[in-house]
């Protein structure tokens, strides 16, 4: 699949133009026949709500939804009603590398160029890493609201809401090297078994400072740990001695 990317010589190709006033969001967020950038939807955008902390118990403390949360939710109602929840979690993925360029998200909050040439890049990004239409339109209504700075956490929170609606617990690996993929199912069907999860999402992250062996983080924002590590069997040790009566010469 075909990954965009704005390079910084690219970005000072765009001519600034005045801003473009922007049609009224009015039509379906569903696929339209109408050009992206000319056509709209409507998403519903709920008034943050109270919720409370420590996982809604009752002890908890309230807070309100980020504005981040509620444009998730929103889309991951969408998701749900068109049974495209696993295609939009992978559409988000590939939006996330793109703005992880510096440089492809300092254009986008850059109050200089017009929302014009902001949804001609939009359209390219959608083209380039295959989106589906709602989610495209989704891009163009974070443009038309000014709130596509917000696009990392509105990634990060459609995740959350990927995870309570489909049962997924996301279990983070850490290892030297990347580890094969039947070692990566069988650590899958663990935590599925620790959790009780109806599905388990693998994240992979290369950790050198392991030594050896591997861990797993799992739980509500990683508060579990499974420690496989010669890292960890190393501090064990050291904790064990007693080097306070050695002198360095």
Known sequence: MATFRLSPAAIQTLAVSPTT????????????????RRRFSSLKISIPRRRRAGGGSAAGSTMADSPASSYASALAEVAKSNNTLDA?????????????DSSVLSFFINP?????????????????SELQPHTANFLNILIDMKRIDLINEIVKEFGVCYNEITGTEVAVVSSVVQLESQHLAQIA????RLTGAK?????????????????????????????MSVKKQLDEIAAQLDFSTIVIA
């Open 21 to 36: 006033q922007i049609p009224p969001i009015s039509s379906s967020l569903r696929p339209s026949p109408f050009p992206l």
């Open 88 to 100: 939009t979690m992978a559409d988000l993925e590939n939006i996330e590398t793109v703005f992880s």
């Open 112 to 128: 200089t160029f017009s929302d014009e040439k902001k949804l001609d890049v939009i359209k390219e990004i959608a083209t380039s």
């Open 189 to 192: 069907k663990t935590v599925q």
């Open 199 to 227: 599905n388990v999402r693998i994240k992979t992250a290369i950790d050198p400072s392991l030594v050896a062996g591997f861990t797993i983080r799992y739980g509500n924002s990683g508060s579990k740990l499974i420690d």
